[in-house]
């Protein structure tokens, strides 16, 4: 069992840079893929950010490459979201997620969600 819980959304103006925390407890694999996930009102969950618990590859979506960065530390057992460049368009609810197996994007495809965190990006 995998437990989750973010922290660090609020409120930047367009352009700026914000930092979303996961605190992971429980005993994941290295195989786990540790996701970053985000639902804006009236839209579908989609797919942010994807790495290996392990470390090593990284994924994005084509929306954020370029602009955000996971990382994690094993040793605090964290994983990051690195958001900068934000646009109005980033704002959304921000989960953190972990899947065993291998990478997808499939928001369905996630084993145990955070409870989220607000991201709200002003123009």
């Known amino acids: 069992q995998v437990q989750l819980v973010e922290s660090g959304g609020g409120l930047v103006q367009a352009g700026g840079s914000l930092r979303v925390s996961c605190a992971v407890s429980?005993?994941?694999?290295?195989?786990?893929?540790m996701g970053w996930l985000r639902q804006a009102p009236g839209k579908e969950r989609e797919f942010v950010a994807g790495m290996n618990w392990s470390g090593g590859s990284t994924y994005y979506a084509d929306s954020v490459k370029g602009r955000f960065a996971i990382s994690r530390d094993n040793a605090k057992n964290m994983v990051y979201l690195q958001m900068n460049t934000l646009k109005p368009e980033d704002t959304a609810v921000y989960y953190c997620?972990?899947?065993?197996?291998?990478?997808?994007?499939?928001?369905?495809?996630?084993?145990?969600w955070g409870q989220g965190t607000q991201v709200t990006v002003s123009s």
């Open positions: 429980g005993r994941p694999f290295s195989t786990y893929i």
């Open positions: 997620a972990a899947r065993r197996g291998g990478y997808s994007r499939d928001s369905l495809m996630y084993d145990y």
